[in-house]
Nanobody, 124 residues
Framework: QVQLVESGGGLVQAGGSLRLSCAAS????????MGWFRQAAGKEREFVAA????????AYADSVKGRFTLSRDNAKNTVYLQMNSLKPEDTAVYYC?????????????????WGQGTQVTVSS
């Protein structure tokens, strides 16, 4: 079992930045790929970004490419989602997820472990 706790959400103006963190605990000795997903009110949860165990491979949704950067510090069991040039359409609850394999995938069904989410609100 892996427990995930997100932090760093909040209210920001359009064009601003936030950095989300996801701290993992529990069975972190295994090699986990990590992902971020988001869910806006009334919409389905969608893929945002993912990173391999080593950090050498990443994937991003087209809507965030060039604005968001995902990184990880395995010594701290933490992944970071740096979000720049935020837009009102980025407003959502952001969820961290983990899967016990090393490769990057975008499908949310491939992630068995989820955090509780952190709210990001971007005002226009």
């Amino acid at each position: 079992q892996v427990q995930l706790v997100e932090s760093g959400g909040g209210l920001v103006q359009a064009g601003g930045s936030l950095r989300l963190s996801c701290a993992a605990s529990g069975r972190t000795s295994s090699n986990y790929a990590m992902g971020w997903f988001r869910q806006a009110a009334g919409k389905e949860r969608e893929f945002v970004a993912a990173i391999s165990w080593s950090g050498g491979s990443t994937a991003y949704a087209d809507s965030v490419k060039g604005r968001f950067t995902l990184s990880r510090d395995n010594a701290k069991n933490t992944v970071y989602l740096q979000m720049n040039s935020l837009k009102p359409e980025d407003t959502a609850v952001y969820y961290c997820a983990a899967r016990p394999v090393m490769a990057v995938v975008a499908a949310r069904t491939q992630y068995p472990y989820w955090g509780q989410g952190t709210q990001v609100t971007v005002s226009s």
